[in-house]
């Protein structure tokens, strides 16, 4: 095991926080601090360091519990407002994905496949506490009867609502540009021909899981800002793959690891839960995340004293065969360079759009310092790391004693 000169505990950590005692930094405030007393320093002096980021995560959605009816019904095809969601679990339990479009969305009668509402925005008025019309409809059977139900619904009338996203807060992410000569609609956002704007979708040094690149403190079972209410990490993420290429502080150079999240929706803002619609592409959820980084060695005060600068992301030619191979990956561009509005490429000055929020992103950030510093935020220890290979910890593979 490795000797640090800084050794703390979650349980010191929360005990402090538990006394109003604990020191707790953005991650933007870290890094200033690392530069002006060290990382040895940084980490006696700092217990945590808080992060966020918001953006669209495609890979969002939630599970929900409508109710038992008079006679009761087992859903086989439900609809809010008019957005199918997913029935195939159990009598009155749904899954309604974020990217799911309303079956007759007006703007894709003017101009087809357009879609203006989808499964985020159902969301996100849930959230909002708007009303939601609920339609399902049923095979029948002897125990549930029913075949036809409508009910116009609210978050607060739901038996349960949980916010379950597969696949949130890339680990980086690719800079989109087009090198066709049309202009191109994808998740990423409309890209002009001949590299005509660079779009970008992370925070950069703001961005929880470049703060923790190999996963020391995040894993499953950390208690994370969420949607603004409390979320906990779940499990990696879909398409984790931690074993990208990385720099030479750790941080990976292209899409690497993600994190399952889930969170009660009961608890949550809808300014951190938003339905977004992308042109010629479809619809999608922006969400709120802060994870909050115990500083519990100097390594962890290195990991979050990285800037913007030192932060590195692929531009990537979404106009060729995607996804990227090596063959449409131009180069490297940092986020300080992204965030100053405009990158070079081929000699061309290309302007840079951002589709995440640094701005709710550092507020997120802040929320989370605030609830740790009043006491209401305890930070989670993780039951289980995230891997840093291909597969989870499988305990079944395991041996035992006899």
């Given at each position: 095991m490795t000797n640090y000169q800084v050794n703390k505990t979650y349980q010191e950590i929360n005990d402090k926080i538990k006394r109003g005692q604990a020191v707790v930094?953005?991650?933007?405030?870290?890094i200033d601090i690392v530069r002006r007393k060290g990382e040895v320093e940084a980490a006696r002096t700092v217990d945590v360091v808080t992060t966020g980021t918001f953006s669209?995560?495609?890979?969002?959605?939630?599970?929900?519990?409508?109710?038992?009816?008079?006679?009761?019904?087992?859903?086989?095809?439900?609809?809010?407002?008019?957005?199918?969601?997913?029935?195939?679990?159990?009598?009155?339990?749904?899954?309604?994905?974020?990217t799911e479009p309303c079956v007759e969305d007006p703007l894709n009668k003017?101009?087809?496949?357009?879609?203006?509402?989808?499964?985020?925005?159902?969301?996100?008025?849930?959230?909002?506490?708007?009303?939601?019309?609920?339609?399902?409809?049923?095979y029948g059977t002897d125990c549930y009867p029913n075949k036809h139900l409508?009910?116009?619904?609210?978050?607060?009338?739901?038996?349960?609502?949980?916010?379950?996203?597969p696949r949130n807060c890339y680990q980086n992410y690719n800079v989109a540009v087009n090198l066709s000569n049309r202009t191109i609609y994808t998740y990423m956002g409309a890209l002009r021909p001949h590299a005509g704007n660079a779009n970008y979708c992370t925070a950069g040094e703001l961005s929880p899981l470049f703060n923790d690149p190999y996963y020391r403190t995040v894993g499953i079972g950390t208690r994370i800002f969420l949607g603004g209410g409390v979320g906990y990490v779940a499990f990696p993420g879909t398409q984790h793959n931690p074993k990208k290429p990385r720099a030479e502080n750790g941080v990976p150079l292209g899409p690497a690891g993600t994190l399952m999240l889930v969170g009660n929706m009961k608890r949550m803002d809808p300014r951190y839960l938003v339905g977004v619609s992308f042109l010629g592409y479809g619809c999608s959820l922006a969400v709120g995340v802060g994870i909050p980084i115990p500083l519990l060695n100097e390594e962890m005060a290195h990991f979050c004293g990285v800037s913007d600068a030192e932060l590195m992301a692929p531009i990537v030619d979404y106009g060729g065969d995607y996804p990227a191979g090596k063959s449409n990956i131009l180069g490297q561009v940092s986020y300080a360079q992204l965030k100053l509005g405009t990158l070079t490429l081929g000699g061309k000055e290309i302007p840079t759009v951002p589709l995440s929020s640094t701005v709710r992103a550092r507020e997120?950030?802040?929320?989370?310092?605030?609830?740790?510093?009043?006491?209401?935020?305890?930070?989670?220890?993780?039951?289980?790391?995230?891997?840093?290979?291909?597969?989870?910890?499988?305990?079944?593979?395991?041996?035992?004693d006899s």
């Open positions: 930094v953005t991650a933007e405030e870290i669209p995560m495609c890979s969002s959605g939630a599970f929900i519990n409508f109710g038992h009816s008079k006679p009761p019904i087992k859903a086989s095809q439900v609809w809010l407002n008019n957005v199918p969601a997913y029935a195939g679990i159990a009598a009155v339990d749904i899954y309604i994905g974020a003017v101009y087809p496949g357009e879609f203006k509402y989808g499964g985020g925005h159902v969301i996100h008025d849930l959230v909002a506490g708007q009303t939601v019309y609920l339609r399902a409809e049923a409508e009910k116009e619904i609210t978050l607060e009338q739901l038996t349960n609502a949980i916010l379950c996203n997120i950030a802040r929320h989370l310092k605030q609830w740790i510093e009043s006491g209401r935020f305890l930070l989670g220890e993780p039951v289980e790391p995230l891997p840093l290979n291909d597969e989870i910890h499988d305990l079944s593979t395991a041996s035992h």
